[in-house]
């Protein structure tokens, strides 16, 4: 699988973060959910269900979305004015959880975007198909989840992928943002990433660079978030 460390290219590659505010009106319920968090993970290991259940809520809660469905707009909004500034240029959005994925595309094609999406519960055979009607540029957006094709696949019709949200995994990230490099190319490339102020995922935008196992991974960031909320154990 080709990263960008194999050849000599000469594609730039810019990082941009957007941000926006988490509502008030689910900003107490989002505090209740990561204090339970903490509650329930005893410092060192996020071992048990409900930590890990907790810990995938507050990641889909920042998003605005709760048990599949969208409780606030706050980040579409944020990715319609992304979107706007690119002017109808091809896109790649990186999505980490199903409702998500499945939300963006319908969200997407209301906006009148030519949208497909790939994640687990695309038969192989279709994320070709959908891969190929993007590259020929009957796509102008593909939303996927970084895990289900990160490897071996061209996306490199899009400068631009949109991290709606990341994955917890450096190596994910590192595989899937390398799927727009063009050999040959001196294009530069965008990497955009929508984050909400005061949440987990200006966590885990801080480490999407830090290769570690997954359980370091996500004890890294239970530790920043009690440093980000004043706890010090």
């Known amino acids: 699988s080709l990263k960008r460390s194999d050849v000599d290219l000469q594609q730039e590659v810019i990082h941009s973060i957007r941000t926006c505010e988490l509502p008030a009106k689910i900003r107490k319920q989002y505090t209740d959910l990561e204090e339970l968090m903490l509650f329930e993970c005893d410092g060192k290991t996020m071992a048990t269900m409900n930590t890990m259940t907790s810990f995938l809520w507050s990641r889909q809660l920042a998003s605005g979305i709760m048990d599949g469905e969208i409780i606030s ?30 939300h963006l595309e319908k969200h997407l094609k209301s906006a009148g975007y030519k949208t497909g999406s790939i994640y687990g519960g695309t038969d192989k055979p279709d994320r070709e198909v959908k891969r190929k009607l993007f590259q020929s540029g009957k796509y102008d957006v593909l939303v996927i989840n970084p895990e289900v094709f990160k490897y071996g696949t061209d996306l490199s019709r899009s400068k631009t992928m949109i991290w709606f949200s990341l994955p917890l995994s450096a190596e994910t990230y590192e595989q899937a943002r390398d799927r727009s490099v063009k050999i040959g190319s001196t294009d530069s490339l965008l990497n955009i990433y929508l984050c909400v102020e005061d949440t987990i995922d200006l966590e885990v935008y801080a480490m999407k660079d830090r290769k570690t196992s997954r359980s370091g991974f996500n004890h890294t960031i239970i530790k920043n978030i009690r440093k980000r909320k004043g706890i010090f154990l």
């Open 73 to 102: 707009n706050h980040k579409f909004k944020l990715l319609d004015e992304v979107l706007e500034e690119l002017n109808k240029e091809p896109i790649i959005i990186w999505a980490s959880y199903i409702p998500e994925i499945l």
